[in-house]
């Protein structure tokens, strides 16, 4: 699996013991640093079958700058997808890429059903 996370963000940093107590093996990968491109964005969205709005971080810095509250539903999915690959703080994180499934965010319970 990969975990997909912002090292500094608390529910990344809980997401990420509550895998290594289950004993669950991944691959990190900071979300700053190596950005997820377009192409990836795109397969985790039709695994995740979740709206694309679920990728946004809503609650971040950027998003509010960027005021995407108001301006997402007027966007295209090829535009919003761009704007994903384009800052990895603008991605719901931390995501954790399974083989048939993609969840965004940290909730435990949803967590321990799919794992």
């Given at each position: 699996m990969l975990f997909v996370h912002y090292p500094k963000c608390?529910?990344?940093?809980?997401?990420?013991?509550?895998?290594?107590e289950?004993?669950?093996?991944?691959?990190e990968r900071h979300i700053k640093e190596d950005n997820p491109s377009v192409k990836e964005i795109k397969e985790w969205h039709a695994k995740s079958g979740m709206p694309?709005?679920?990728?946004?971080?809503t609650s971040g810095l950027l998003y509010k700058e960027l005021?995407?509250?108001?301006k997402l539903e007027k966007m295209s999915e090829e535009e919003q997808y761009k704007l994903l690959a384009s800052d990895?703080?603008?991605?719901?994180?931390?995501?954790?890429?399974?083989?048939?499934?993609?969840l965004t965010g940290f909730?435990?319970?949803?967590?321990?059903?799919?794992?």
């Amino acid at each position: 699996m990969l975990f997909v996370h912002y090292p500094k963000c608390t529910t990344c940093q809980k997401a990420k013991k509550w895998l290594d107590e289950k004993g669950v093996s991944y691959r990190e990968r900071h979300i700053k640093e190596d950005n997820p491109s377009v192409k990836e964005i795109k397969e985790w969205h039709a695994k995740s079958g979740m709206p694309l709005k679920k990728f946004f971080n809503t609650s971040g810095l950027l998003y509010k700058e960027l005021q995407l509250k108001d301006k997402l539903e007027k966007m295209s999915e090829e535009e919003q997808y761009k704007l994903l690959a384009s800052d990895g703080m603008l991605v719901k994180r931390p995501i954790l890429v399974g083989e048939d499934f993609v969840l965004t965010g940290f909730r435990e319970k949803e967590w321990e059903r799919r794992l």
